[in-house]
Nanobody
Framework: QVQVVESGGGLVQPGGSLRLSCAAS????????MGWYRQAPGKERELVAG???????NYADSVKGRFTISRDNAKNAVYLQMNSLKSEDTAVYYC??????????WGKGTLVTVSS
């Protein structure tokens, strides 16, 4: 059974930092197939950071220079370091993981609240 589990969300003040973690298990995952999305209240889910097929990183324009995605393929894990957080970064952050068999799986999400 495939499981995708996020952790690391919470309440942080504007300008602060958080590090999200995601671990996937139960299948063989594509080396470039894990990434982060977010969904703010009243908005659609959007890509925050991920990896292209060639392994380069992709970021939403709104987080470039502030967020950094990294991965540990041996652990089927992906991380999101978020710095200089803004109120508009408040959202539920979801990890997405794709398997080598074409499966696409989501975690339940972790809430990030940026507020003073």
């Amino acid at each position: 059974q495939v499981q995708v589990v996020e952790s690391g969300g919470g309440l942080v003040q504007p300008g602060g930092s958080l590090r999200l973690s995601c671990a996937a298990s139960g299948s063989k995952f594509s080396a470039n197939g894990m990434g982060w999305y977010r969904q703010a209240p009243g908005k659609e889910r959007e890509l925050v950071a991920g990896f292209s097929s060639s392994g380069t990183t992709n970021y939403a324009d709104s987080v470039k220079g502030r967020f950094t995605i990294s991965r540990d393929n041996a652990k089927n894990a992906v991380y999101l370091q978020m710095n200089s957080l803004k109120s508009e970064d408040t959202a539920v952050y979801y990890c997405n993981a794709r398997t080598i068999y074409g499966g696409n799986f989501w975690g339940k999400g972790t809430l990030v609240t940026v507020s003073s």
